[in-house]
């Protein structure tokens, strides 16, 4: 079981969670970020610092067309 403290708090509406849901994006990049507070994820550290940026980039910063 993930422990609730250690999910982001973005989750509940991250595009990330719903690509996931929607089988469009690998458990991984949940496992990894979401469910691992957050770390390193440049979708978190645009949020904090009000950069706009698209639904379909990573939490890597890499930006995947497919989504
Ligand atoms: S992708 Fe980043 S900002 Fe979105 S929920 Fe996961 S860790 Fe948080």
Request: glycine content about 4%.
């Amino acid at each position: 079981m993930q422990s609730m403290r250690k999910i982001c708090k973005h989750y509940p509406n991250c595009p990330m969670k719903r690509f996931w849901l929607q089988g469009k994006l690998d458990k991984e990049w949940i496992k990894n970020y979401c469910w691992n507070e957050h770390k390193n994820c440049k979708r978190y550290e645009a949020e904090e610092k009000g950069i706009p940026h698209p639904d379909n980039m990573l939490p890597d910063g890499t930006i995947n067309k497919k989504l």
